[in-house]
């Protein structure tokens, strides 16, 4: 039975949630306090204090604590646990991995979120008990599942399936992993197809006149990822004082909890269609603090659908402008490395050669042009031709 309407009311004035789905703070009191579930039940434990640094160390404690009980239980089961009862477990210690911030937030809930998939892919697994989940079965679900999701996702699908098995196996409940014969799929590469440079002019163009109250906004937000290569959530974390105009440069931080996305901070050179960019929105919004937000939405995906659907060119994506910064600086004459730097990347250029190695036609078409296999100079008369020597 649901809650009523009051109860849930009643709920949201004294709860607050935080970033982490084990985590809530009473409003009233300021104090945290950890959530878990087990058997169906939700298991509640103060944290006695009003400090979300301390509580999110103590909420590690709490997952760790709680996760052996659970174990522990396991071994009294005699073996009988279902796939939804380890599958609590792994939960936990997603969980706990983000509150001890060796995985991110973002990454837990993902994962979260494949466990979902997969259960709802398999409706008869969460009340399967464990040991009585057969080679055969894995099989026939890997089979069904293929066919409807992509590569990625089927891959990383069977990783949790795996993995909530290897649990079993840790608890004593299984001798072996049913589901580790099950074979990846192999990843194709995703051909990018992205705007030309005009086409790009027209696009923007498009959003900043659609008319609405966020339009110039939405347009500010596709220019800067587009001229800067930032990801959508270290856009959204830019302030002011982020943008070191003196220096050409744009110091890319984000979030103030988990940073960037390989966790380092980068300098990225202001190019002048970007420092024109910002040049234009500060001068609108002089009024504004040094630590406010540069970008003034969050996302712009919808007025983006709209604007390509007029000018008549592919659908992109947030993400697929931080690629179009990354093609357009190659083609500008950028090493990939150094590309490959500003782009945050860790590997050396490895994978910002194979994402844009091979460039667009139109780039590929123009360097052909300068191939020749023309003499570069007429040979000397007193050289006698290799072939004259026979």
Not at 276 to 296: C, G, Q
């Amino acid at each position: 039975m649901k809650p009523c309407k009051t109860a849930q009311s009643d709920a949201a004035k004294t709860w607050e949630k935080t970033r982490l789905s084990n985590l809530v703070r009473n409003k009233q009191s300021g104090r945290y306090y950890a959530r878990a579930y087990g058997n169906g039940k939700e298991v509640w434990k103060s944290l006695k204090t009003t400090h979300f640094g301390v509580a999110e160390a103590k909420l590690a404690e709490f997952l760790k604590e709680h996760r052996e009980q659970r174990s522990r239980r396991v071994d009294q089961t005699n073996g009988k646990l279902t796939f939804l009862e380890c599958s609590e477990i792994y939960r936990q210690q997603l969980a706990e991995s983000v509150a001890m911030k060796t995985i991110k937030t973002r990454t837990g809930d993902y994962y979260r979120e494949v466990l979902a998939a997969l259960l709802k892919s398999w409706p008869s697994l969460g009340t399967t008990e464990v040991r009585r989940i057969s080679v055969t079965a894995c099989r026939e679900w890997a089979s069904r599942y293929a066919k409807l999701a992509g590569a990625t996702r089927y891959n990383n699908t069977l990783a949790v399936l795996r993995q909530i098995f290897d649990l079993a196996i840790a608890n004593g409940i299984i001798y072996s992993n049913p589901a580790v014969g099950l074979k990846r799929r192999a990843i194709k590469q995703k051909a990018l197809k992205l705007p030309s440079r005009a086409q790009f002019t027209r696009f923007i163009a498009e959003m900043e006149s659609a008319g609405s109250r966020d339009s110039r906004n939405c347009a500010d937000l596709a220019q800067g990822l587009a001229f800067t290569g930032c990801r959508l959530g270290e856009a959204r974390e830019m302030e002011w004082h982020d943008l070191d105009f003196d220096a050409g440069m744009v110091v890319v931080k984000g979030t103030a909890d988990e940073g960037t996305k390989n966790g380092e901070i980068r300098r990225v050179p202001m190019i002048s269609a970007a420092r024109e960019l910002f040049e234009r929105m500060l001068s609108a919004r002089l009024a504004e603090t040094a630590t406010a937000k540069v970008f003034a939405v969050g996302e712009c995906q919808k007025s983006m659908d709209r604007a390509a659907k007029r000018v008549g060119m592919e659908r992109i994506t947030h993400h697929d402008l931080r690629h179009l910064f990354a093609t357009i600086c190659i083609e500008s004459g950028v090493d990939v490395p150094t590309v490959s730097r500003w782009l945050g990347h860790k590997d050396g250029g490895a994978l910002a050669m194979k994402t844009y190695g091979h460039l667009r036609d139109e780039h590929s078409v123009s360097a052909a042009r300068k191939v020749s296999f023309a003499p570069v100079n007429q040979p000397r008369a007193d050289v006698i031709p290799f072939a004259a020597t026979a």
